[in-house]
């Protein structure tokens, strides 16, 4: 019985991150942010000054943390800013956007699931005690995977013991390739030329392979380790 009233606060507070994440959510459905970026004109953007990056990187935080698929605005970004200034404020959405997401889970989820874990199963939570002060290349991992659906996983990493420090390290570097891939598809857009469409062709092919080996390598790095773990 002296476990109760932590399990009701632990409980609470995951209660507030669902409410908190839906809020938010509404919040940009009602404003339809994503549209709203998405119909500006360069001359538009250009008109706002230094203010344009600003709202689009807000605009950008806001998606990630309300669970929207952010792709099509980092398409617009190419567009918008071109290439290079394109891929830097999407890449700066995209890591404050899933910080924020993770420490919104870390703060108010993180409690609650740890203990459900520690409770039913054995096996999650060994794995979850490993993540504690690794799980670099696992981050890594899902951010290098091209348009791989991120968003609800930086809730569900920042649910685990899972350090800020490498979450954020993996995130920065892994986001990387999709941004600068969907920003220079957004610019290909804009100046459709047989150039561009070669160059984003290859960068589809280069990032694709590259993630596949890599997913390869730590599928085999687990496996090996949960061999020896069982000799």
């Known amino acids: 019985m002296e476990k109760l009233p932590f399990i009701k606060k632990d409980f609470l507070g995951f209660i507030v991150l669902a409410i908190v994440v839906v809020a938010i959510w509404l919040l940009v459905d009602q404003l339809d942010i994503l549209d709203r970026i998405r ?25 990630i943390v309300a669970l929207v698929p952010s792709a099509p605005l980092n398409i617009a970004a190419g567009i918008l800013f071109g290439p290079t200034l ?69 809730y569900l990493f920042g649910l685990t013991k899972l350090s800020f420090k490498n979450y954020v390290y993996a995130s920065a570097i892994g986001i990387i390739p999709g941004v600068f891939i969907l920003s220079f598809l957004g610019n290909t857009i804009l100046n459709p030329n047989l150039w561009n469409f070669i160059i984003t062709g290859t960068l589809f092919l ?15 790095a687990n496996d090996a380790d949960i061999t020896d773990k069982h000799e």
């Open 206 to 220: 280069v990032v694709g392979l590259s993630s596949w080996i890599y997913k390869k390598k730590f599928q085999s």
């Open 39 to 63: 119909s500006l004109s360069r001359r538009e953007i250009n008109s706002l000054g230094i203010l344009a990056p600003l709202i689009f990187i807000l605009a950008y935080i806001s998606l």
């Open 86 to 154: 394109g891929t830097l404020y999407s890449w700066l959405g995209v890591l404050l956007g899933g910080a924020i997401s993770f420490l919104l889970a870390r703060r108010f989820g993180e409690g609650f699931v740890s203990r459900i874990i520690k409770e039913r199963s054995d096996i999650l939570h060994r794995y979850n005690q490993k993540i504690e002060n690794g799980g670099f290349a696992t981050v890594f991992l899902f951010r290098i995977i091209p348009f791989f659906p991120i968003g609800g996983f930086n």
